[in-house]
Every structure is written in structure tokens, then in C-alpha cells.
């Protein structure tokens, strides 16, 4: 293994812990994620994944996509699993990096209370949210990441409702609430920070958490070849911030210049089409506030002049972000 | 050797340490939690050199079990009831993925009209899963098969999880004289574990993938014969302990007066000792009663009951839970077994969520096989002990 710190996409090793062959859609921003994060932690890696995606594209007997060890079980125990395996490991002498790679709806909802009893009892593991912002799996239901106004199967555009009602759940406050060494959120348009991100993960101990965007083409009813550009927009338009808490610090890892409307990002996707100026108006809202809350609000966002109800205050703990 | 006087959680918790258990996953659950605070004060006292873990939950309890058996090292928990149930999901990921963990159920009723007392509707519910289950009589056999139990599982044709399961409160928390054994003694009957699979970076393997038709009815024929071929290693198991320790159980199942009784009870957990006396009462009073104690619900001893019963001419069945409209599980399935002999078989349920089952009852079980063996006409299943008019 190199001895090199990583700190630029450049420093990617060619070799592929996550093979080609696997069965996810043309631009599952999923893939490119496990892809590239598996290159940076290498051979001496253990891997669990939870139900998902992810299982059915790389584990399917008698083949699997990855090279290292891995195990699957159940949806729920991503924290558990993985503490298990890290205790056994330590206990035979090995030290390979355990991460645990799991999908919004395993850590959000069913995986969270394996997921806090693990950064509670701070267990040397790396988790890993692979957010697509929905049940994909199942076939695109709503999950607690799932934001604003989005269209899903289970929040379908009806005659009296349409799409999710409920913001997206702002799990990074959950996970900072632990107090974890190391929690980050990353983005597969950002791919320098992304590398120094998951090398730090890696090298750290004790309980790492990263959060990565990874935009899903049928479920957001996306064109395959946006992926990357979707998540880029995210971050541009607030949808997706990029920081990183470490050991209690947190720090904005990149800031843009002007925030962009809502609407740049919400167009290229099938499942905001059905959104109107109302609602639109709500995200946009909530956009504004949860932008001040993490940027400050110093300088005022021209998306935002002309919302009257923004408020324009740093989050009380001053260096406990506030996250979307 | 030493003798101590432990509760049944204690000496499960002894047996535990001796094995050199290398983690134990751990939550609170009445009757059981006994067992964890003991490892727990073992480790924290550098008795035991092991990995605590308190997790949130049963079903991290069970999943960081899977963890650490797939990681490779000796794995132990215990648990109870509600407990149990909320383990259910991933019970199932053991046994086909051939982890030998061990584990303690201290049986207590679950479900509505819920109590913190003994029934086994909890470890019964479990049967289908894969799991070996053994029940226990006393404290001592609670040590016994706590050890016999990590030999078995980790037997290479075996490879499977052993439940444990001894009666709450009746045993959990009542103290009796136990033999605690020599650790040179353990370990000779208990080398240290070599796992067959292991993660380990060195030598990848995928563990638990996804399958399709085309493969998984013959993985779940193989955990069939696994389970049934369990049965040999049971015996020599049994034969071993009996070298080793002096105390020899009968492997599947122990035998009391059956040579040439003509009606006997099957029972299982502490209801044996009682039915024991009572078998020595009527046979005081020339009556040719006899006594098969069911250590084993899995694997179930089809062929051992089959031999066992042949010239006997009626069975009762005690059941401390119930299958609702037709007995209970181990009542029928004992009627399973001996369907192609020609030996009566009735059930008899008692001792519900937590009820004390008295000599009266136990009586009461003999007089209806009895009644069977000699041609009369009983009910198919009695239920022993209700209060009131519950016709």
C-alpha cells in the first residue's frame, strides 16, 4: 500500500476493490461512489452491506464485485454487524479497515438505532451513507432523506397530495450529537474533497461516518448522463452542503460563490416535475434558512431577497453546524 | 473440582467463561440478564479476556454476534423471551451461514397475557430456524450443556448455533449445589476455536450473497442433513463429557424405567425431576410407568423415540407451551415421529406462564396414559391445572 497521503483525484489507485461487472443502472451515482471509495481504502478491508442496492448489484451467488471480504445479512444492523466483525478482527490481530456500506433507508430509518448505538460505544468502524434520497431498491419509495415535495411511489402526485410533504431528515445533526472523531459529507462532483475525506476516514480511529449524494437515475428520473452535473447542482443550490466534523471541529470544506435557485437543480429530475410555484416557494424557503444557518448570514443570497420570513441567524452553537 | 452453589444463570455464565468465550454481545432481559452481568463482572475483574459488548437492541445483540462468529472468534450471548423474538430476523442468518455461536435462552413467557415467568412459547417459535435447541433440568446440566454446546457447534460436521434453553426463574434464579470443573479439564474437552471461514483481507471470501432459485433449495437440503447428521456428534459429544466429567445425560434423549414400562410422559426442562418421583411412586405401587426426558428439540430424535417406544403401549406428551387447536408443538410432533407404531400418544399441557406444575398435575398426566395404555378412551390433549369452569 502506498505510504502517500491522498489528496487530490489524481492520487486514486487504478486498482479496483469494486470490479466492473456488477449489475447497477447506467449512471448510478451509488457505483461511482463504492467505486471510487473502495479504491482509496484498499485491500485490507472488510465490507458489510446491508440490504439495498448495493447487495443485489455486487452479491449475487456465485459472484461478487468486490474483492475484499464481505458480508450481507439483514437491513437494519449496519452498526452492529460491522461491530461485530471489528471486535473479532481486532481479537485475531488483523487490522483491516470494516466499513459498512449502507443505503438512506438502512441508516435514516431502520438502520439508526444499530447506527447511534455504534457511534454511541464509538467502535473503530467506518460507515458509510450512500444517500439516494429513497427506497430504491424496493422500487422508489419514500425514506426519511427523501426531500421536499418529491415525487416517490409512496408519495405519488394525487388529486389532494402531492409528492412528500416533510423535509429531508438532518441526519448529520444526529451523528454530530455522538460527538464521532470524524463525520463528513461528500459529493461525487467534488471530487478532490471527496478523496481527502475518505483517506482521513480511513485513517482515523474510532467511529467515522461518511455521507455521500449519489443521485439515482430511476428514481429521480434523471438522464444517465447528469448524474454527476445533478450533483453538482445540489451543491449549488443548497440541496447538499460539503463539511467535515473533525474530532468536534466542524469546517465548511467548499462554499459557493452565489447560491443558485432552487428551481436549477429541480428541473433536471422527472420527480419534482409535477412541482408548482407554491411548493417550490416552501423549498426554496427552507433552502434559504438552512443556507444562512451553515454559511452565515452575512451576505445576503439574491434567491433569498425577496422571502420575507428568512432568518438570517448562525446556528446558537456556533461551531456546531447546522446540516442539511 | 470445586463445588459452588450458583443459580442456573450463574453457572451458564461460568460455563461461558471457562470455554474462554471471546465476545459476548450483550442486553438486559428478566429472567436472563444474570448471565451478562456475571461475564460482565469477569472481564472487568481480568478473569475472563473477552469483548463486552452492551448493544441497543436484541437484534444488535444478534448481529453483532454474526459479526464476530464470521469474524471468526468464539461468540456468546443470552437472552430471553421478548427478547428472543426480537432476535427472530437474524436467528435465521446463523445457521446457513453455518456460524457455531452459543447461546442461553432462560425461557419466559412471550406475548399478551405476558409475565416475566416460564413457558417456552419463546425458544418453541424458534424451532424452524436452524438453531440446535437443548433443555435442561437443573443448574448442573444448565453448565453441562453450556459447554457440550460450544463442542457441538463448533464440530466441524456440525457447524451450527446452539440454543441453550433452561426455565426462567425455576432455574435462572434459584441456587443449587454445581460442580464447577478444573479449566485444564475444559480446555482439554474444549480446544481453543479454529474457524473454518473467517473474514480476514488475506483471504477474501463473500459471506451471506444474495440467491437465486437455482441454488437455494439445495443450500437449505444441506442445512437439513446437517441437522439431522448433528445426531452422531451429539452422542459421541455426550460420551465425551461423560469421560472427561463424569456426568453422562443420554445425548438426544435420557431414558428412566422404559425397559419394560407399558405407559410413560415425555417431558423436557425442569418438569423431568417431578415426573421422575412420580414415576418411582407408581412403581412403588406396582404400576409400570416410565420417563423419557427430551433433551434435544433440535435435532428432534424421530428414530430414538421410535426405538424408545416400541413395546410401550401409551405416551403422554408434556407441553409448557401451546400450538392453539392442537396441543403442543412438542406434542406433535412427538405424535409425528411415532404415527407409524402403534403406541398412543396424548398431550398434556401445564405450568402456563410460569403456572407451578404440582405433584397433583404430574399425577394427574400419569393417570390419563395410564387410562390410554389400558385401552380407554381420553382426551387427545388435557390441559393440566386450569382454575375455574373453563369448558
Known sequence: MSEREMSTIKDIPANDMFISGHGACAGCGMAVAVKNIMRILGANTTVYVPASCLVVISAMYPTSNFRTPYLYTAFENTGAVTTGIRAAQRRRGLSSTVVGLAGDGGTFDIGLQALSGAAERNEDILYVCLDNEGYMNTGIQRSGATPFGAWTTTTPIGTKVEGKRE????????????????????????????????????????????????????????????????????????????????????????????????????????????????????????????????YGGDGEQPVCASLDKIKKVRHPHEEQLHFI | MRVRVLSADHAVAYAAKMARTEVVPSFPITPQTLIVEQLAEFINDGELDADFIPADSEHSVMSIAIGASAGGVRTFTATSSQGLALMHEMLYAVPQNRLPIVMANVNRSLGAASGIWVEYNDSMAERDSGWLQMYVEDNQEAMDATLMAFRLAEDRRVLLPVMVCLDGFILSHTVEKVELPEQEEVDRFLPRYEPLNALDPSNPMLINAIVSPDYAMEMRYQLDRAVDHSREVIAEVDAEFANTFGRRYGGLIDQYHMEDAEFAMLTLGTATGLARRTVDEMRAEGRKAGLIKLRFMRPFPFNELCGACQNLKALGVFDRSASFNGGGPVYTEVAAALCNIPTIVTGHVAGI??????????????????????????????????RGDME
Not at chain 2, 405433584?359 to 400419569?366: D, F, G, I, S, T
Request: charged share 25%; aromatic share 12%.
Open chain 2, 353 to 386: 406462564g410460569g403456572r407451578d406444575i404440582t405433584p397433583e398435575y404430574m399425577r394427574e398426566m400419569y393417570d390419563v396414559v395410564e387410562s390410554a395404555s389400558k385401552g380407554e378412551e381420553v382426551r387427545p390433549v388435557t390441559w393440566h391445572g386450569l
Open chain 1, 167 to 294: 423535509f429531508k431528515k438532518d441526519l448529520m445533526a444526529i451523528i454530530a450529537a455522538h460527538d464521532p472523531p470524524y463525520a463528513a459529507s461528500l459529493s461525487i462532483a467534488h471530487f478532490n474533497d471527496f478523496v481527502k475525506k475518505v483517506e482521513k476516514a480511513k485513517n482515523k480511529e474510532g467511529f467515522r461516518f461518511l455521507h455521500v449524494m449519489t443521485p439515482c437515475v430511476p428514481g429521480w428520473k434523471s438522464d444517465p448522463s447528469m448524474t454527476v452535473e445533478i450533483a453538482r447542482l445540489a451543491v449549488e443550490t443548497g440541496m447538499w452542503t460539503l463539511y467535515e466534523i473533525d474530532e468536534g471541529s466542524a469546517r465548511t470544506t467548499y462554499k459557493p460563490q452565489t447560491m443558485q435557485p432552487v428551481t436549477e437543480y429541480l428541473k433536471l429530475q422527472g420527480r419534482f416535475r409535477h412541482m408548482e410555484n407554491g411548493d417550490i416557494a416552501k423549498l426554496q424557503e427552507w433552502l434559504c434558512d438552512k443556507w444562512y444557518l451553515h
